[in-house]
């Protein structure tokens, strides 16, 4: 008799759980903008809750939590790594779950919860790659399990199973796809060291600007930079004329210069720049402070509009200029030949020689 109403206790004690569950779900809703205390209370109070309840109530907690863009990472890593008849809306809406967590799910929990995972809406190159990866891994996994159930049937006699045929151009496209991606993923995050497409520093430049910084020569300094830059003189100085350091800096992070060598050109052209703060030189924070796109950008800028208000008049100049060796190419000629009269053509043309 007392267990048949324990039986019926359990239903009752199951829908209180369940209730329970929900009030906390709806509860933690309503905060807007939950505290750390709240977070770490809702935390402690939403597993235990969530692991006593029946399965239709998580389904419902999990989806309503979905939505929701506050749910702390323990909790959100919690939901996460749930069955994928639970976890499925939260892998797949949830803003809440890191690139570290989504990956250690992918890799820890199998091949159901990658695919709710990759129908997300965004996803970084890091776990593009990383679910990438797994599709050796999950085909190694099939082909050792295939492996040990033909070992298992050849010892208990069974060998009429057959073996899986392999699609060798499904796995060739699968192959040619992960490729891409990878190529995809390594465009979006351009590596430190690519400088395809950006002007930069060839080694003799860079051993020039530096051996002008240190003689401080700076009429030369001048040239260089104009040079490199394909400019005008006028836009070399007014970057060296900038006495904070910050224009000259901008210019050599756009080249692609060391910070090595970039922060001792500005040490030696600019002495306040040498003092150290906190074991650093102002040089070296201010060449920390620089962003290199932003760099390029505003070298960019200045070289368009250096081109805009002097390109004319240094065409100009160029032209005049080899209009006027032209001129004294050709006054040296007419100076260095012979002035040849009629009577001089006569007698080279009869052969009679006047003594």
Request: charge should be neutral; charged fraction near 25%; proline fraction near 3%.
């Amino acid at each position: 008799m007392t267990s048949e109403f324990r039986d019926l206790e359990r239903p009752q004690a199951l829908r209180r759980k369940d209730v329970v569950l929900m009030a906390t779900v709806t509860s933690f809703e309503e905060l807007s903008h939950p505290t750390r205390s709240e977070l770490r209370q809702f935390a402690e109070l939403f597993m235990p809750i969530f692991s006593a309840s029946s399965d239709d109530a998580r389904r419902q907690a999990v989806a309503a939590l979905s939505q929701s863009p506050n749910i702390p990472p323990s909790v959100a890593f919690f939901l996460g790594s749930q069955p994928i008849a639970v976890a499925a809306p939260f892998l797949v809406t949830s803003t809440c779950l890191t690139d570290e967590a989504l990956i250690t799910i992918a890799r820890c929990q199998g091949a159901d919860h990658a695919r709710a995972i990759v129908r997300r809406a965004a996803l970084s190159p890091t776990v593009i790659d990383a679910l990438v990866g797994l599709r050796p891994e999950t085909v190694r996994q099939s082909r050792s399990a295939v492996a040990a159930t033909e070992a298992g049937s050849t010892i208990a006699g069974t060998s009429n199973i057959e073996t899986p045929v392999i699609d060798t151009d499904r796995l060739a496209r699968e192959e040619d796809l992960r490729r891409r991606i990878k190529l995809l993923a390594g465009h979006v995050e351009r590596a430190d060291d690519d400088r395809l497409g950006l002007r930069s520093l060839s080694e003799i430049q860079e051993a020039l600007l530096v051996r002008f910084a240190r003689n401080r020569e700076v009429t030369l300094l001048v040239t260089a930079l104009s040079d490199i830059l394909t400019t005008s003189r006028w836009l070399a100085e007014r970057v060296l004329l900038d006495l904070s350091g910050r224009q000259l800096a901008t210019v050599l992070k756009s080249l692609g210069m060391s910070s090595s060598d970039a922060t001792y050109i500005l040490t030696r052209l600019y002495g306040h720049l040498a003092q150290a703060a906190d074991g650093m030189s102002q040089a070296e924070s201010l060449w920390l402070s620089l962003n290199e796109d932003e760099c390029h950008a505003r070298v960019e800028a200045w070289r368009r509009a250096d081109r805009y208000t002097y390109g004319a008049d240094q065409a100009g100049s160029s032209m005049q200029a080899g209009a006027a060796e032209d001129a004294e190419n050709a006054g040296a000629f007419t100076e260095d030949r012979p002035l040849r009269t009629s009577a001089t053509v006569r007698r080279s043309a009869s052969g009679f020689r006047i003594r």
